[in-house]
């Protein structure tokens, strides 16, 4: 299995305006393959600008948020690409498309990475953290699985977050949870 790195990947469409997105990012040599799902924005953007930006970020909130609707976040001008890179982001890549692998389901864009930035330290993530990106991740598969699967990961996910979780995975997994409630609502 390739390595694949969870992190927020930006895009711009021919208008210049930025979309967030929240992707892992697989591994593939030297490139990096970005595979959004049809139909997406960052399908949509890669296909008229042919550039991305890869924000690694310890504030979990951005992961939580974009998958719950809260895209709003602050960003700054690329260095070397057309793009934007988050303000908070602890470092950055900035990619080229190479290569379009299409796919009716997933189409690969291989990436070059252009520029890399470290822009703060990073302090490592503590459990909660992890608790919440493995949560975001849930929750974009809420229709693909079954309830038993979805309570036993959120039971398990639950004990790192009373354990360790601060004000900013808190306020994440509120949010994530508010998510949960309301598929689970929509189904009764």
Excluded at 22 to 42: Q, V
Excluded at 45 to 66: I, Q
Excluded at 137 to 152: C, F, N, Q, S
Aim: glycine fraction near 4%; charged fraction near 25%.
């Amino acid at each position: 299995m390739p390595r694949i790195v969870e992190t927020i990947v930006t895009t711009t469409n021919a208008k210049g305006e930025a979309h967030i997105a929240p992707l892992g990012l697989i591994e593939d040599g030297d490139n990096w393959i970005i595979a959004p799902f049809r139909p997406s924005r960052t399908l949509d953007n890669l296909h008229e600008v042919p550039y991305a930006v890869a924000s690694h970020t310890d504030d979990v909130r951005v992961f939580a948020g974009c998958v719950t609707g809260r895209k709003d976040w602050p960003t700054r001008q690329a260095s070397r690409v057309p793009g934007v890179v988050l303000a908070d982001a602890v470092s950055h890549w900035e990619l080229a498309v190479q290569k379009v692998t299409d796919d009716p389901q997933r189409p690969r864009y291989s990436c070059a990475l252009v520029h890399e930035a470290s822009n703060r330290p990073w302090e490592g993530f503590n459990r909660a953290q992890a608790a919440v990106l493995e949560c975001a991740v849930l929750v974009t598969r809420l229709k693909m699985l079954p309830p038993e699967k979805i309570d036993a990961e959120l039971k398990y996910l639950e004990i790192a977050i009373s354990k360790t979780a601060g004000p900013r995975e808190e306020e994440a997994w509120g949010w994530l949870m508010e998510k949960i409630n309301a598929f689970r609502a929509a189904q009764s």
